[in-house]
């Protein structure tokens, strides 16, 4: 069955150090998002991205985020500088259409900023 | 703006017994519904959803919504838990606004299945 998958599992970082979050999406999917979890508290939408482009980003979104699809099968998100509270569980997710279909969640990204 | 609200953040309940959560939305559009599965570190896996039609809804591991438009709910049930049920729940609508769309999630519920 086709799956999102999500690397790398765990990343720690030092605050103010980048990171990468990467993702490949499900192949046919058209529809990538980035959403992430505070430990302890709800699942909250980060960004959307359709065709090459931002469709919606969410006001936790800022400049310090960016997302990019460099190529034909991974979604990226940077982070530019960390924060402590960046300290979160990122999921990726991917769907074929808008609205009336599922999007399917890859297994998460844990990201701990020390 | 669109919202979730899950009332009960912690259920506990006995194996076998039976098992409501409870999900209530607000939106001034047609809404898409959805119920996703937290099991421990682990990803989040789709229960079930409610996008038309009948407003029953059978989800997998024997789960089953039910859409109330006067209501605005759209409350999780299972006649029978098993302890493998343990999980984190969450209520979710899906909002459409121009171009793009996003899950919007409530805060969870946390069911514990006691032997």
């Known amino acids: 069955e086709p799956e999102v998958t999500q690397t790398p599992s765990h990343q720690v970082t030092q605050m103010g150090q980048e990171v990468i979050l990467r993702c490949v999406p499900i192949s046919n999917h058209l529809y990538f998002y980035w959403y992430r979890q505070i430990l302890g508290q709800k699942v909250e939408f980060l960004v959307s991205?359709?065709?090459?482009?931002?469709?919606?980003k969410s006001e936790i979104f800022d400049d310090q985020f960016s997302v990019e699809r460099p190529d034909g099968s991974n979604f990226t998100l940077k982070i530019r500088s960390t924060k402590l509270e960046d300290s979160a569980m990122y999921f990726c997710?991917?769907?074929?259409?808008?609205?009336?279909?599922?999007?399917?969640f890859g297994q998460g990204t844990r990201l701990t900023v020390v | 703006a669109q919202s979730v609200t899950q009332l009960d953040s912690q259920v506990p309940v006995f194996e076998e017994a039976p098992v409501e959560l409870r999900c209530n939305y607000s939106?001034?559009?047609?809404?898409?519904l959805f119920w996703y599965v937290q099991y421990p570190n682990q990803g989040l896996q789709l229960l079930l959803k409610y996008l038309s039609g009948s407003t029953l809804v059978k989800g997998i591991n024997g789960f089953e919504a039910e859409f109330n438009k006067s209501q605005t709910s759209f409350h999780l049930r299972k006649p029978s838990v098993h302890i493998s049920d343990t999980a984190e729940y969450f209520c979710a609508v899906s909002v459409t606004q121009g171009g793009s769309e996003k899950l919007v999630f409530g805060k969870g519920t946390k069911l514990t299945v006691n032997p």
């Open positions: 997710a991917s769907s074929r259409e808008r609205g009336n279909t599922e999007a399917f």
């Open positions: 991205f359709y065709n090459n482009e931002i469709s919606e």
């Open positions: 939106s001034s559009v047609s809404v898409y």
